[in-house]
């Protein structure tokens, strides 16, 4: 088993750590605090070929891998650990990509290049106001009009980006997983949309929306959305009629991967604080370092987030297999590894993120000290998006044990 990168991956990871030291790291709080607009850190990204790494030179992409992805987010969550900046970056992995899949070929030649230039932005509308995990059975509607235009009607909740898209040059749209069959035709009867709210540089009737006020990861917005009417043109379908189950699950794989990586980064970036803080802190004339109370942790933590991190890599090493076309490696693998990264990686992260601030003690409760930012920013992942803990868990049990168990 070879452990290391490639020279290719090697050259990617010190070109992205180099731009996020130089770019990202040193105004991260201000993207925090609302005072560096993300949509100015998209173009930044857009610049230096960090959007839509996996996607074909084709529509604007680097032809990448999602193991270059999982590299790049860890390192724009460690230079900005509130995950803003990372965040960002991995839904434009995962979500473009799909559409890259299973969208129509006019569609990915406007809006890809857009995605990857940080002047289009592409989110996921799934979650609505009665659940989020339970996709089988949402209940926002598309509707058929003659001539081939649909209008979609109904709620989702906790969508990232909208008002990025709105403020983006050219907007963009999320993938909106709607019904199109029957109610108890449950995931038989799913149809996905690359819903746009803003085409080239026009907004769309038929929606409305708001912000809510998060307790953390400020820089990045995530909201409510209302869709009374929005048009879709039928080229907008992903995939098939009542066939979209799959092409969402898709990119719930993906994301969950790269998600993985960038709860690394933040992890990392904690402990290489509390590092620092523990042995320069002086309690009863000895550093806090000293006392294994606080050493055997830290080891532990140290230990546990280089296992995770191996996971992380290993889940987009097994998405690269099976989209490179290697027939032993299923999309069900891709499942698996992609849940277990995120069950993995994001539980340490925040594990890790109490620990330090235990060890800062009180002096972790102010903002001046940064710790806390970061873990708020790691709780939006460990309470949900992408699937919470428990889904994970569960895709894993069925995984593994077998849906006739579980």
């Known amino acids: 088993m070879d452990f290391g990168l490639s020279r290719e991956d090697k050259l990617f990871l010190e070109s992205v750590r180099a731009f996020a030291e130089r770019v990202i790291a040193p105004r991260w709080v ?33 032809d990448g891998t999602f193991l270059q992805a999982a590299l790049a987010a860890e390192e724009l969550a460690y230079a900005d650990p509130s995950l803003a900046t990372a965040v960002y970056m991995l839904l434009e992995t995962a979500w473009p990509y799909v559409v890259q899949r299973y969208g129509r070929e006019e569609v990915k030649g406007e809006v890809l290049p857009e995605v990857a230039r940080g002047r289009a932005f592409i989110g996921i509308g799934s979650t609505e106001p009665q659940g989020g995990s339970d996709v089988a059975s949402v209940q926002t509607k598309a509707v058929r009009e003659d001539g081939g235009v649909w209008r ?103 994301a969950r991967t790269i998600i993985g990586a960038a709860s690394i980064g933040a992890a990392r970036w904690l402990m290489d604080r509390a590092l620092e803080w523990i042995k320069q802190r002086v309690v009863f004339g000895r550093p806090i370092a000293s006392y294994q109370a606080v050493s055997f942790k830290f080891a532990e933590l140290y230990a546990r987030l280089e296992a995770a991190r191996l996971a992380v890599y290993k889940a987009a ?70 699937g919470a803990e428990n889904i994970l868990k569960l895709i894993i049990a069925r995984n593994v044990v077998g849906r006739e168990f579980v």
């Open 152 to 254: 979609l009607y109904g709620e989702k909740n906790m969508v990232t980006g909208v008002s990025t898209i709105l403020n983006l040059p050219y907007g963009g749209g999320v993938v909106a997983i709607t019904r199109t069959g029957r109610p108890e035709e449950k995931h038989r009867g799913v149809t996905v949309f690359l819903a746009m709210l803003k085409r080239r540089g026009r907004v769309s009737p038929g929606f409305s929306h708001r912000d809510w006020e998060e307790v953390g990861r400020h820089g990045l917005p995530t909201g409510y959305l209302m869709l009374e009417g929005l048009p879709v043109e039928e080229v907008f379908m992903l995939g098939e009629l009542n066939g979209g189950f799959k092409v969402a699950m898709e990119g719930f794989n993906l």
């Open 30 to 62: 201000e993207i925090d605090e609302r005072k560096w607009p993300i949509e100015e850190v998209a173009a930044r990204l857009g610049e230096v070929g960090l959007l839509g790494i996996p996607l074909s030179s084709k529509y604007g992409g680097q």
């Open 317 to 386: 090493w097994v998405a690269d297999r099976h989209y490179g076309g290697d027939p032993a490696f299923s999309m069900q693998e891709v499942a698996t590894a992609g849940a277990s990264a995120k069950f993995l990686a994001v539980s340490l992260a925040v594990e890790v993120g109490l620990e330090v601030m235990k060890w800062f003690g009180g002096a972790s409760y102010f903002k001046e000290t940064n710790v806390a930012r970061s873990l708020l920013g790691v709780l939006s992942y460990y309470v949900g998006a992408e």
